[in-house]
Antibody, heavy 120, light 113 residues
Framework: EVQLVESGGGLVKPGGSLRLSCAAS????????MNWVRQAPGKGLEWVGR??????????DYAAPVKGRFIISRDDSKNTLYLQMNSLKTEDTGVYYC???????????WGQGTLVTVSS | DIVMTQSPDSLAVSLGERATINCKSS????????????LAWYQHKPGQPPKLLIY???TRESGVPDRFSGSGSGTDFTLTISSLQAEDVAVYYC?????????FGGGTKVEIK
């Protein structure tokens, strides 16, 4: 059974940093392209970024609002995806999900999400 | 960037009736090399993660009831719920995964009339 479990959310002040983790199991993590998606309170879904598998180049792509502030990385030995969030803004508040699909580019599997609150 | 525009923003449908949601992309999401439309539909209920319903514009995900269907190609797509059930109350999103940035539509809230 595929499982994605996010952790690391919490309350942080504007300008601060936070690192989220996504622990994966039930599939070949090292082969998967992994994504982060967020939802601000009362808003729709917003793709944050993705990290390709090492065999596919291991490159990252980011949404414009987070480019230069957020960094996605992975540790294939630990089956874990990370999202390092720096220079946080109040508009970064929301639930953050990791998501992937097996051999496809859509998001067939999602974690339960972790809440990030950026507030003074 | 590819902008995804959904309509309507919300709709109320009687139990057992048809619900239709439209999604338009600002440029084609059809990839000629694979002959596929890079378009997915998700259902999102409060307190839960989104659930994939449809991928490649018209392929139903395993376990999704056959009352859900997707159609369209290029820039215009439709999600149809053929006979609305109470458990279908949710927000529905289209998403293109043609290329980064991946983008979602604004969402359509489906309620019972």
């Amino acid at each position: 059974e595929v499982q994605l479990v996010e952790s690391g959310g919490g309350l942080v002040k504007p300008g601060g940093s936070l690192r989220l983790s996504c622990a994966a199991s039930g599939f070949t993590f090292r082969s998967a392209w992994m994504n982060w998606v967020r939802q601000a309170p009362g808003k729709g879904l917003e793709w944050v970024g993705r990290l390709k598998s090492v065999t596919d180049g291991g490159t990252t792509d980011y949404a414009a609002p987070v480019k230069g502030r957020f960094i996605i990385s992975r540790d294939d030995s630990k089956n874990t995806l990370y999202l390092q969030m720096n220079s946080l803004k109040t508009e970064d508040t929301g639930v953050y999900y990791c998501a992937t699909a097996i051999g496809r580019l859509d998001f067939g599997f999602w974690g339960q999400g972790t809440l990030v609150t950026v507030s003074s | 960037d590819i902008v995804m525009t959904q309509s309507p923003d919300s709709l109320a449908v009687s139990l057992g009736e048809r619900a239709t949601i439209n999604c338009k992309s600002s440029q084609s999401v059809f990839h000629s090399s694979t002959n596929k439309n890079y378009l997915a539909w998700y259902q999102h209920k409060p307190g839960q993660p989104p659930k994939l319903l449809i991928y490649w514009a018209s392929t139903r995900e395993s376990g999704v009831p056959d009352r859900f269907s997707g159609s369209g190609s290029g820039t215009d797509f439709t999600l149809t719920i053929s006979s609305l059930q109470a458990e279908d109350v949710a927000v529905y999103y289209c998403q293109q995964y043609y290329g980064p940035p991946l983008t979602f539509g604004g969402g359509t809230k489906v309620e019972i009339k």
